[in-house]
T-cell receptor, first 110, second 115 residues
Framework: SQQGEEDPQALSIQEGENATMNCSYK?????LQWYRQNSGRGLVHLIL?????REKHSGRLRVTLDTSKKSSSLLITASRAADTASYFC??????????FGTGTRLTIIP | NAGVMQNPRHLVRRRGQEARLRCSPM?????VYWYRQLPEEGLKFMVY????????ESGMPKERFSAEFPKEGPSILRIQQVVRGDSAAYFC?????????????FGEGSRLTVL
């Protein structure tokens, strides 16, 4: 399967702590994207990292990509209650579509 | 600039009826994608369309499901003779370019319940 596998499936942390979630895959990618989904809502794009990039930042988000290990991580620093959501990695293999992972359900405890 | 608009947001159908889901992409976007999400799961790709063309329908079930993106009007995902297993959230996404170069913009989804 070309689907990304996310780890952990669920994560609960205290507000203010950092949250880290990982995405592993099996086939070489063109780019990897992270999306957030609040309960009952659509997906919102967070960040895109290309296969020739190793790290990207956007506000409190930091994404790393290790193509040799075929894995990526999303770090959310100084978490807030509003960060409670499901987070998905999405893989592009150089074709016209994105293949989504299984998701990590993040709960921030106030 | 309105986002991706999907309607209806919620749809209830009895087994055997037809479900018709609509998606208006963001202005200027010519690439439309449909995904299905079962409860507590990720999104599964169904179909990718450009105006008047189906580019990739590798995720569409072979029977009962069809999609179109006409020259004028929204993209339509049509499910004929619905069964309980079709109950899911159906998301539409659009993009000004192919997914290998950029992000997708998602609608809020259409939640289909089959009784």
């Amino acid at each position: 399967s070309q689907q990304g596998e996310e780890d952990p499936q669920a994560l609960s942390i205290q507000e203010g702590e950092n949250a880290t979630m990982n995405c592993s895959y099996k086939t070489s990618i063109n780019n990897l994207q992270w999306y957030r989904q609040n309960s009952g809502r659509g997906l919102v794009h967070l960040i895109l990292i290309r296969s020739n990039e190793r790290e990207k930042h956007s506000g409190r988000l930091r994404v790393t990509l290790d193509t040799s290990k075929k894995s990526s991580s999303l770090l959310i620093t100084a978490s807030r209650a509003a960060d409670t959501a499901s987070y998905f990695c999405a893989l592009n293999f150089g074709n016209e579509k994105l293949t989504f992972g299984t998701g990590t359900r993040l709960t921030i405890i106030p | 600039n309105a986002g991706v608009m999907q309607n209806p947001r919620h749809l209830v159908r009895r087994r055997g009826q037809e479900a018709r889901l609509r998606c208006s992409p963001m202005k200027g976007h010519s690439h439309v994608y449909w995904y299905r999400q079962l409860p507590e799961e990720g999104l599964k790709f169904m179909v990718y369309l450009q105006k008047e063309n189906i580019i990739d329908e590798s995720g569409m079930p072979k029977e009962r499901f069809s999609a179109e993106f006409p020259k004028e009007g929204p993209s339509i995902l049509r499910i004929q003779q619905v069964v309980r297993g079709d109950s899911a959230a159906y998301f539409c996404a659009s993009s000004p370019r192919k997914a290998d170069t950029g992000e997708l913009f998602f609608g809020e989804g259409s939640r289909l319940t089959v009784l």
